[in-house]
């Protein structure tokens, strides 16, 4: 291999921000830190740090996971876990001017989870919380009303918390990924205002419930059943084996 130079080419930082969603009374939420130090200080932002030399990506946006929620990184061919979380990596930002203090190149990843307690802050943040993704992007679709630089997420993170909506919201047409949103042992019902929730729509009961039955592995009896709703005991259903929905769950046009 031809020597060469490494001090010719400029540094860069490489960081990992998380998109943590989950349903929270019947809306998506997102998790966000008050950031506690410069830049962008008392500003809200998604969690999210620096990788460390001996980390590859996965294991850095695993283990922000770890420390910002409790919860670990589901291994899809692994049985579910209590405190396991659906985890992929979204997308990479690496505009020159997206962090004032160097050249930081960030690797965001989703993360999707059943309603989680109310979160703990650490690293650089002095607190955190579950926001409406309608809040905090606006309702218009807006990005972290930006005409307020004091509400709006730091560095790009609307952006990058648009994205991961997106994703999720169109994910959950062709894959079962709605029931990372679910506790193991979920009603249709449940199931329901997961994809009401994340898609910001108002469903049939009768005609979702028709589809979702009748989509082969979508989801699977466990013979169970719960009054946790109110109202006559409701069915429990677990997730099935199918990853790829057929047909799948097109998302009403509103």
Not at 2 to 23: E, G, I, K, M, Q
Not at 46 to 68: N, S
Not at 123 to 141: E, K, M, Q, T
């Amino acid at each position: 291999m031809p020597r060469y130079d490494p001090s010719t080419f400029p540094p860069f930082a490489v960081t990992v921000d998380l998109v943590v969603l989950t349903v929270r009374r019947h809306a998506l939420c997102a998790l966000v830190v008050r950031r506690g130090e410069p830049p962008f200080q008392g500003r809200w932002a998604l969690p999210g740090g620096f990788v460390k030399a001996d980390e590859d990506l996965g294991a850095a946006a695993a283990r922000e996971l770890v420390e910002e929620t409790g919860l670990c990184a589901q291994d899809p061919s692994a049985p579910a876990v209590g405190n396991g979380a659906h985890l992929e990596q979204l997308a990479t930002y690496g505009d020159p001017g997206r962090d004032p203090r160097m050249r930081v190149v960030s690797v965001a990843h989703l993360a999707l989870a059943p309603d989680l307690p109310a979160p703990r802050a650490g690293g650089d943040a002095n607190s955190a919380r579950w926001a409406s993704v309608d809040d905090l992007l606006g309702a218009d679709g807006s990005f972290g009303h930006e005409a307020d630089s004091q509400t709006a997420l730091a560095f790009d993170h609307a952006q990058i918390l648009a994205d991961g909506v997106e994703r999720a919201r169109s994910k959950i047409e062709y894959s079962s990924l709605a029931t990372a949103f679910c506790p193991q042992e979920f009603t249709v019902g449940e199931l329901r205002r997961v994809y009401e929730a994340v898609w910001g729509v108002v469903l049939d009961p009768r005609n979702f419930h028709r589809k979702v039955t009748g989509t082969p592995g979508f989801l699977v009896p466990t013979g169970g059943t719960t009054t946790r709703q109110g109202g006559r005991p409701a069915q429990l259903f677990r997730a099935g084996a199918a990853t790829v929905l057929n047909p799948p769950m097109l998302r009403p046009e509103v």
